[in-house]
């Protein structure tokens, strides 16, 4: 073999091993550049998750910036899901999730503390020419419709909640979260503690395994799919309601009564939310006691780490968001301000940041 | 493709000094070479490594299971693998009729003075981003069908299996639509260069004897281009299976089977596409990269497979 | 045409029939060809309808409005296009060209074969899988970035790159090889002084017809730099970055008009960098290949 092509293989061999070590994956030891956990500018926060609280979030986003604090909060809307896969990667400086950490997620995470910092209505909206809004539904009727067992909007179930209602006899097409979603988990743990039935063929969770229907990214998706098609039902925020003057449903309490998704419904949950030995607040399916409380309400969570390079940075925008300026955008947008007993109590979370 | 070096004619003893600039260009030359077996490698090997907790809990079991239940935590790729071959095979069979009969008016039947302008038409086609095609799908194609093709489809079609159901915007029917006009211009532009490098003479032949144009073609040109269209074909099938982002704006991502051709459905490149960035459990997301691994190895079968027929055929020219 | 005046074809009712199906045969090509033309038509004219009320200089220089807000535009993610497309260049091009150098003067037959095979299978796998490998190599433990992002574009534009060049290289006559080695150069002056200056032309044109390809690719960002859509201009590659085909994935299923019309507007941002690069492609290969015919 000639010395020259013996020389330029030789060559070309340590090129390589060159690149292929600089560019290896799983290296612990440098991250050259710096990242939005890393320690880099404390000017940034980036954050991601829920849909659920975007608009809420937004609002802090373009206020927050105007403040003495001048800081640059960055978020991004993926769903829950991507939200815990972000935060436990370490990729964000704080995680949105409506639904809680699981017991698997919390492990993975190495010390994550979530934080209920808003809490709001799920809603069920509908598409269906010549229905009219606000009709009455119960859970397990909603139950049925999106397992498939209840198929068309003038089924008796229904006519049987709305005596007197026009209903068409268009086809019901169920809509439903195809990401990682909180607010799916709020839905189907409503479902679940409801009726028997969703409890033993589907259940509770972010990406529950819907047995028909159509799947869309987001809160924003399941909206337009709804919107797109005559008869269709989902369930989302209501803050996407609202701003998309879409027509909405009333649900059934354990009290029997039907109250009108918003604020007041939504606070006379909150009263009487169970709290769980993880931290976080379960508020569907409040019992009977309370008359006029939404049956679907759910807290919406940021999940952050409690030891952060950020940690000052982080602690004074959590402090702004569930302190009155921050909570005080809420209202208009549906999400009712947190309760003052939940305020304290995320102070002291708040307060076991640390770096 | 030339049979040996541009430089094999100039005698050895010229070739054989030894200069620095040569061994480092050659080296650095040589480096971009092994980079790219070092990439492939690479890339089966992360692929892989992800779905490696969903290849040892399920085994080959994932591939003719239909169920993706993440409260159970259990998956299959049945539907999914479904839902691709569906889509692919509408996909092919709309598309490689229009796409040859494409190449066959590029290359004999237009005038000289369309052929350019029509030709860079048909590739401009290929050349648009998938995500414009699919929100040209979300907001134009799907309410269009929706409104009107579809429930005509039903009124008329209804008694066909699997062509009665009930009109959605989302649905295997507009995904189907979406990849035909991905895969035409793929299969017409190279079935444009199969006719035309059907040698002339033959071409003439035919006609001097008698016979028609489309007679000349199916009896002369189509069987000596029929190797290069199976090629053809294998390459728009790839392009089919792998289209992740347009088809998961269109189809409507449904967990389960759909039981008509207007129903909601996934595939495996768009479930991958939906769900890949935020799962509810961690065998979840090895699920989904096992659906990468079985779209890699779809694609290194189709994609071998065609470049051993075009092989076979410039070999085949060459020696003419 | 066909068999017209044809004086071998009998005039016979078989013959008329014969030539009538041939004739049928010919007007469902050309309509066939007339259908994919229309469909392109169709298409371009529809975006380009649809983004004509969001067309205008906000769009390009502010960010996107808050929720449910009108206005706004998508300036974060132009600048994040440019900057990804910018850097996924910067790797390919050297790459690609490298590799074509190297299939072209060094290489033995086979294993110049065995590498344009691996060319064509890499471009034939699908982005959304590159973008789980670059996902998995790169973004597990460190996070999304638009250098990631890069990346994958990379290896989508590395075989257009690679493959384009070596043809263009091939196409240098061997007379400009033969003179430099006689008058004594290196192997390597002959390909960078000589070969590589006449090639330009063609590698131009092939990377301009990679980058308006990569432009366009939404699955190889899909899990690399796609968090961060609405918001502020960045242009720091280490972290995710905005992107055209990003916010037309995430702006197309929004039920708000504003967001919708923001979307076809980006469309057709990408298409018109799309054709003009395929014309400019086009007009520049031309080109190429005439000056390559006078220096033979």
Redesign the interface.
Known sequence: MNVRRAGSIALALVAVAAASACGSSGGTTTVTKSQAGGGGDSKVLVGAGSTFVAPLVQQWEADYVKSPAAVTVTYGAIGSGGGVDQITARTVDFGASDAPLSADQAAACKGCIQIPWSLGAVAITYNVKGLQNKIHLTGPVIADMFMGKVTSWNDPEIAKLNPGVSLPDTHITPVYRSDGSGTSFAFTDWLTKVSPDWANNVGTSTQPPFPTGTGAEHSSGVVAAVQATDGAVTYVDLAYVQANDLQYALLQNAAGNYPEPGIKSVIAAAKVGTSNPDGSISLVNPPASAADAYPDATFTYVIVPQSSPKASTLKDFLKYAIGPTGQAFGPPLGYPKLPSSIVASDQQLIDKIGS | ???????S??PLS???????????????????????????V??VV??V??AHAALSEFGLGFLHTS??????DTYGALDLIFGTLVTAAVALLIAV???I??G???SE??PRALRTP?G??????A??????????G???L??FL?EHVEPFMIAHLGFVPFLDG?P????LLPACLILT?MV??IV?SISRELFTSVPGELKQGA?????????M?RGVAMPQVSGGLVAAVM?GF?RA?????AVT?VI?????RPDSIYA?A?TM?SR???????????L?KSSL?YL?VI??VI??L???AA?VIV?RIQRRLGHR | MSAVGNPLVSRGRRARRRKLTGQIMEVLATAAALLAAAALAIVIITVAKRAAPALNVDFFTQNAAPFGGAGGGIENAIVGTLIITGIATAIALPAGVLLAIFNTEFAPRRLADLISLTLNVLAGVPTIVIGVFIFALVVVGRGQSAFAGSLGLSIVMLPLVARASEEVLRLVPSHLREGGMALGATRARTVITVILPTAIGGIVTATIVAVARAAGETAPLLFTTSIFVGTAVNTDPSQAMASIPMVIFSYSESPDPHAQQQAWAAALVLVAVVLVGSIAGRLLSLRTRRQIEQVR
């Open positions: 493709m030339t049979t040996e070096t541009p430089t004619h100039i010229a070739r054989r000094r030894w200069r620095l600039g040569d061994v480092l260009l050659q080296g650095i030359a040589g480096a971009a070479a092994l980079g790219l077996a070092a990439l492939m690479l890339l992360e692929v490594g992800q169920v993706w239940n993440t409260v159970k009729p229009l796409a009969a494409i066959l008016f590029l039947l237009a029509v860079t038409m048909v590739e401009l086609l050349a648009i981003p998938s995500v414009v095609l699919g929100l040209w979300i907001l134009v799907g309410p929706n009930f959605s915007p989302v649905g006009l035409v211009p017409a006609l001097a004897l008698g016979a028609t144009r489309w007679e073609v390459l790839g299976v792998g289209e992740a982002i704006q409507g991502g449904s967990l389960t909601p996934d490149a991958l596409a939906a769900q890949y960035a935020g799962t509810a459990t961690s979840q990269a990468a779209l890699l694609s290194l189709t994609n071998v470049q092989r």
